[in-house]
């Protein structure tokens, strides 16, 4: 009976995510195979495909899953070790694909990640709150938040932010005890983290130093009388950079002649930086950091739990690192040149203070508003909820106090989740973030697209509501219940995501002549193309490797997180490929030379082992089929729609 009564809360929450999970994504459950929540034109066709070809390299091939010659194939293998892989969902759907299918399988891994996050956010809550109904609705915010939220129509990965979550429980418990099987158990969650979303380890890396730095660095204030003269300056350069930099807002800069040469001053950005660097001066001046004594037992505590997690977490990973030791070996690891104006935008500041642009009351102008900005809708939302925030804002005003770790969590990601350059309304003020410096910094840089930080802000943020609902609780005990209550349904009102939109999950039916074809033949796909997360050579589309999850045959072409220029090189080297890459584009093709690659489709189809060619009249420029037909002698099998199959002719 006490057994039973130690786990009926975690019960109850598992149950209750899981009634969330079906009721904000209704219609889903009823259309489990048949549709998803994103188009699988997109990012979404891809995290489909990484469970089918994660599970044909494992049961087919018996192979180690991070190398696969179902794309490019062509070439040499396609190493994913710098793919957006999702290895853990992917060994989650490894038995269930053979029975359920490939989109049924895929729709309940995500709604299991969904339930898992929840999960493991009402775990980290009700450790530091010790309340379970507060703690619930703590993880339901994190959850199921705006950000989380929408991401669920394209980036799957980041739906599975749960080992963040265990990440920094753990921490809390290794500082509370120090017990060396709390290593391992943070070492097993970085790897989990790794596993989700590289981004993910990496915010594990950032909050393990966040947390490490708040255990041993103090703030306090200087005294007044010290350095005055120094504060005074600095409140001087202050005042009148401050003063040029609005004035050049107002008149939008100047232009002027000094010594016979046309000098201007029209962009704010060197203004901003100089703000920014004084400003950072003046209240560095006005605080210094101390050192919190420490002693020498717990330092090497401390570097043992370190190099113990640090050492199971890499074996744990050691396929992966593999994979990525034949990437350097190959000289095929691009290190991405980062220029300090050209990093991706973070989110608006505006943004994090919208109504929640999922829910069915909210206008429309909302959710135009952040589909135009760069990297569309799905990187820009980042509502932080009004419930949350009212709720904090009520707990303060009645005397409670923010607790400064999880405080400083929610300033510090939040902060980073701005980017670079701090955007207000559209508007890039020129105001140089935290980002602009520390994306220059190993490992943390490998989380190039900074907006989504925001996971990590809305985790502090899911941390700090329960706080705030517990302490609450405590100064009104008899309103506990009817608080929660209200609360609760308020927050269930307005992180409903309805209503939710699912695409069809159909490939045309030319696909089953495909199938039915010789295993080791080719498809060769039109628009041709080579893809990844930021560049693109030729038009290829990740609905081909969605596709390839029916048919099963390589493909020429493909689409990765991840595509080394090398590779990139290898294939254009190829006077065919090259030619349907510049077409794809849109671009022409020389005459004499047209002509000259036409003579040679037969032997390329041959030689490559072309079986199939199917060409997408929706998206294929007129010059791209007409070479295809002329040069492979192309014969008509079927078509479905916008989408034509034909044969090739060989030698």
Known sequence: MEQSGRWRPHLCALLGYAVIAFVFTWPLAPNLGTHLTGSPAGDTGVYVWNQWVFQHEVLEHRSLPYFTDQIFSLGRRANLSLHNYT??????????????????????????????????????????????????????????????????????????????????????????????????????????????????????????????????????????????????????????????????????????????????????????????????????????AVLIPIAREDAWRVARVTAVAGTFCALLLSPVLYAVGERVSQNAWDSQQIFWRSSPPGVDLVALVLPNPNHPLTPGAVRQWLTPRPDAYFENVASLTFVALITIAVAWRAGWRLPRLWAGFAVVFGALALGPFVHVAGVNTQLPGPWAFLRYVPVIGLARTPGRFTVMLMLALAVLFGCALYWIGTRWPARRRALLATVGALLVFELLPAPRPLYSAAIPGIYRHVAAAPADVRVLELPFGVRDGTTSAGNFTARSQYFQTAHGKRLIGGYLSRVSRRRVSEIRSDGMLDALIWLSEGKELDPSRARTLAAEGPLFAELAKVAFVVIDRARTPPALRDFALRAYRLQLVAIDGNFELYRPAVR
């Open 87 to 288: 290895a853990f969902q992917n060994v989650i759907a490894l038995p269930l694909v053979g029975w359920l299918g490939v989109v049924a399988t895929f729709n309940i891994v995500y709604l299991l990640m969904t339930v898992l996050t929840g999960y493991c956010g009402f775990l980290l809550v009700r450790h530091v709150t010790g309340r379970a109904a507060e703690s619930w609705l703590a993880g339901l915010l994190f959850a199921w938040s705006p950000v989380l939220a929408t991401r669920g129509g394209a980036h799957f990965s980041l739906v599975a932010a749960a080992p963040v979550a265990i990440f920094m429980l753990l921490l809390l418990r290794t500082a509370e005890r120090q017990r060396l099987r709390d290593a391992f158990a943070l070492g097993a969650t970085v790897w989990w983290a790794a596993s989700s979303d590289v981004y993910y380890a990496v915010y594990c890396v950032v909050a393990a130093a966040l947390f490490l730095l708040a255990r041993t660095v103090g703030v306090e204030r200087r005294p007044h009388e010290r350095g005055r003269a120094i504060a005074w300056t600095l409140d001087v350069l202050l005042f009148c950079v401050g003063g040029l930099a609005l004035s050049m807002a107002i008149t939008g800069g100047w232009q002027f002649t000094f010594l016979g040469r046309v000098a201007s001053m029209r962009s704010l950005y060197t203004p901003m930086l100089a703000l920014t660097a004084l400003g950072a001066a003046r209240i560095a001046w006005s605080y210094r």
